[in-house]
């Protein structure tokens, strides 16, 4: 198994984004996007995901959240397409479920080459912090293509939009630690490929 870290930098006029990942780490984060409940978000995903992440990114976030959350998404897909490198001994798919309080979400995610993303968060357009709730469904959206990954996210129930938010991206972190996993020594694919 070769080492399976990414490190991307990405400046754009709206955000400049430094990003660390490790898919073999233990779960430590440090993350400064200049929006709390997305940071929450990253830290509870590297958790329990146990991939390391060092993510500070400086957007117009005097705009809105919107700039900094997608791109942030796309600059994590990105490293994480990349840490996996040629995808030999991976495990390939993974799928949990995930409760906090009320709320419980399920997440299914194969690491097939193919991106594709059907999330359903049950959201609306109200504030979490200062982030619009309904922009987490883009984040996930824009993590699964850039990665290169089929996902499906959905809440099965819930009240609370913090609750749902927040079960929705621990089932996402324990699936994805599933489908990393080291299994075997060849590629999962039937195509010899992924």
Sequence with gaps: M??????ISRKTNETDIQLVLNLDGTGQSSVSTGIGFFDHMLQSLSRHSAMDLALTCKGDVHIDDHHTVEDCAIV???A???ALGDKTGIARFGSACAP???ALARAVVDLCGRPCAVIDLQLDDSMLGTMTARNLEHVLESFAVN???TLHVDVLRGKNNHHRAE??????????????RITGT???STKGVL
Excluded: T, V
Aim: aromatic share 6%; proline share 3%; charged share 30%.
């Design 147 to 149: 990665a290169r990954m």
């Design 167 to 180: 079960a929705a991206f621990k089932a996402l972190a324990l699936a994805i630690r599933s489908a990393i």
């Design 2 to 7: 070769s080492d399976r870290r990414a490190s």
């Design 76 to 78: 994590l897909g990105q």
């Design 100 to 102: 906090l309080d009320e």
């Design 80 to 82: 994480f397409e990349k």
């Design 186 to 188: 060849g590629i999962p």
